[in-house]
């Protein structure tokens, strides 16, 4: 299984209660800025409508596949942009490779090989990818049905985690890797599959469940295709799926952030990007990453706190993950993410509760909250003008920046 690089020099899970389960903490001092440490998930994969609406990914890694203008072209809907400075694109094409039986498409031969080697033997399609009686094609067919944009989870997700134990050798060791992260009573797990597919998510389980069945059944999993079994790993994913956001775009930005160009060369490049991003947006709205979910090992034990001291990026254009410091860290502190973004947290503490509540099934108790426990518990007029319209995409397991 993969892990984090270094993980073992600067963090480390660590067990703190029933009630809160495991936390992350550091075992060195961390000074802000730094990076604690770089995941590479237990299995990924990109959503099903974000695939089919042309967000073209490595089918293993997520990393991005067009070029940064034929990204900006594609959500501008205008096919005659060109981007400056081309050469800070880092997209490379002639390492493109597909899947020469089911032609899914990896960012090079070394993803195309890893796929092969944990998942993809059990997952081609072959010559039926197109065929929409193919069991796995009804299943995910079934499933953009009950999961729409803004997705948070994917099916696809636990049919790689199947996937992945019917190829194993060692078996019983991915199992294992798989019951780390952290379980839910039966209570709680409907409550987030309700939260994943809306009020019709029994019935709604349960095909999906015959279909899950249909297209991947194993002996060994038998557990996995029981009606509680299912729920459970369902759930799993919904707790511990960590969203993945890669733009072969947004990181040209960055490398053209980092360019020493002469004062009036960077105030026009700037300007063209700031109007880039303006138009973009009036086209295609906020949907501009390829995006996905995966399993993280120590990522996943990170607990939430309204005043984070660390967050979560994707820099590298693809699914590894990097924590960095947003404050120094003593060592034998605990390392928290915060599950809501920048706006949510300046919200009240019971608005920010009622968020988490309804999303993660779990109060806070961070010192924020704790220092406004006395505050009432009523929120402002601009908040109740709002509240119905949280958006799903950000509630993930902490943000998809990269």
């Known amino acids: 299984m993969a892990a984090a690089a270094g993980a073992g020099a600067a963090a480390e899970a660590r067990f703190i209660s029933s009630a809160k389960g495991k936390g992350l903490f550091a075992t060195k001092n961390i000074l802000k800025g730094e990076t604690v440490f770089v995941e590479r998930p237990v299995v990924a994969s990109q959503f ?12 293993h890694c997520l990393r991005a596949l067009e070029t940064a203008e034929e990204n900006a072209q594609r ?45 993809h033997q059990v997952l081609c399609l072959g010559p039926s990818r197109d065929d929409p009686t193919h069991p796995l094609n009804k299943l995910q067919e079934a499933w953009r049905n009950m999961h729409y944009p803004p997705e948070t989870s994917s099916v696809m997700l636990m049919a790689r985690m199947v996937a992945t134990v019917k190829q194993a050798k060692d078996k019983e060791w991915w199992i294992k890797a798989f019951s780390q992260f952290c379980s839910k009573t039966a209570n709680e797990e409907e409550e987030i599959v309700h939260k994943l597919l809306g009020d019709k998510f029994k019935g709604q389980l349960e095909l999906l469940r015959l279909l899950f069945t ?26 511990n799926g960590q969203g993945i956001g890669t733009s072969s775009l947004s990181q040209w930005v960055h490398a053209c952030d980092a360019l020493d160009l002469p004062l009036l060369q960077r105030e026009e490049l700037d300007a063209f990007i700031d109007q880039l991003y303006k138009d973009i947006e009036k086209e295609s709205g906020e949907f501009l990453n390829c995006e996905g979910s995966g399993l993280y090992a ?21 699914f590894l993950l990097h924590l960095t410091a947003l404050e120094d860290i003593e060592a034998g502190e605990e390392i928290c993410i915060s599950y809501l973004d920048c706006c949510q947290r300046e919200r009240s503490r ?17 010192p924020k909250c704790l220092a406004q426990a006395e505050d009432a518990d009523v929120t ?6 709002g509240e119905g319209e949280t958006d799903d995409a950000e509630l993930e397991d902490e943000m998809t920046d990269v």
């Not at 081309?86 to 993803?111: F, G, N």
């Not at 249909?214 to 919904?238: I, K, N, Q």
């Open 214 to 239: 249909e297209a991947l059944y194993d002996e060994y999993l038998s557990r996995w295709f029981t009606p509680e079994g299912f729920r459970s790993l369902f759930a799993l994913v919904g707790t």
């Open 75 to 119: 959500l501008l809907g205008k096919s005659s942009l060109v981007l400056p400075h081309p050469e800070q694109c880092s997209i490379q094409k002639d390492l493109h490779r597909q899947c020469p039986r089911c032609q899914v498409t990896y960012c090079s031969a070394e993803c195309q090989q890893a796929a092969l080697e944990q998942y």
């Open 298 to 318: 120590l990522q996943s034990c990170c607990n939430h706190s309204c005043i984070p001291n660390a967050e979560t990026s994707f820099p590298e254009n693809n």
């Open 380 to 385: 402002s007029e601009e908040e109740e003008e």
């Open 350 to 366: 019971h608005s920010r509760n009622k968020i988490l509540r309804e999303n993660y099934l779990f109060t806070c108790s961070c």
């Open 48 to 59: 099903l409508w974000n695939a089919l609406y042309n967000y073209r990914a490595c089918d």
